[in-house]
């Protein structure tokens, strides 16, 4: 858990807001926009027997927009995001036309999720995002688990990484306290498209990552079906 992390290795949360909101933060900035991606796919390999094209899905960090353009293609178009970043969604607009109009809300996160309804979002999920969730923004977990009416999906790393800017978090136990179900846990690697290998977008860090999934308690009848089909 965090607390295990010394003081001093963690930047006060203003100064982590600074550094996400940078024109091209090292580590968070992608140069190209690929209107195919083997990441984004590892997406709907985990959701699509669960979620129909209906479902508003949001993603939590969104970046330049890649999975939720990849979502789009496959036709789910009940997307929006969030995305710290202003120059980041203003890429997702240009690079992306199918999102031009789509909703997203600019700011941190935790911030961001307060003015959503209970249960108002079918699936939220993140990809390699709730690892910068700072300490003292915890409670977003919870946030999380209010807002959602079916799934969770967190791609995280499995152990939790430790940096400054990094906070091992463990996803199964944080989701679970904030009142959700996790059903599956895969390693990320198990559900790309082709090879783990530099051209499908594949990173040998990425082997520390896992696709855990969760589901809200209004959905037990849904996942006895996915259960029995998985």
């Known amino acids: 858990m ?15 807001y600074d550094y996400l909101q940078q024109d091209q933060p090292i580590g968070h ?3 190209e926009a690929p209107q195919w991606s083997s990441r984004s796919q590892t997406i709907i390999n985990i959701l699509g027997p669960i979620v129909s094209k209906d479902d508003s899905i949001l993603e939590i960090g969104c970046n330049l927009g890649r999975n939720l353009n990849h979502l789009w293609q496959a036709g789910y178009k009940n997307v ?28 941190p996160a935790e ?6 309804d209970d249960k108002s979002i079918d699936v939220i999920f993140t990809m390699a995002v709730l690892e910068h969730l700072h300490p003292d923004s915890r409670f977003l977990f919870n946030e999380i688990a209010r807002v959602v009416g079916k799934y969770v999906l967190a791609i995280e790393p499995r152990e939790g990484k430790r940096s400054h800017m990094q906070y091992p978090w463990n996803m199964k136990d944080e989701f679970t ?19 783990l290998s530099p051209e499908n977008e594949w990173q040998e860090g ?4 896992e696709a855990v999934l969760f589901r809200a308690s209004s959905v037990q009848e849904m996942y006895q079906g996915y259960k029995r089909s998985a």
Not at 90 to 105: F, G
């Open 2 to 16: 965090y607390w295990k992390a010394r003081r001093s290795e963690i930047v006060p949360l203003g100064q982590l």
């Open 177 to 195: 306290t904030a009142g959700l179900t996790c059903i599956d846990a895969k390693p990320w690697s198990v559900l790309w498209a082709g090879e």
């Open 80 to 107: 929006r995001g969030m995305e710290i970043s202003e120059h980041a969604v203003k890429r997702l607009r240009s690079e992306y036309p199918c999102l031009a109009m789509i909703s997203v809300d600019i700011g």
């Open 206 to 209: 990425m082997h520390a990552y």
């Open 29 to 31: 900035y992608y140069a």
């Open 111 to 116: 911030q961001s999720i307060q003015k959503y």
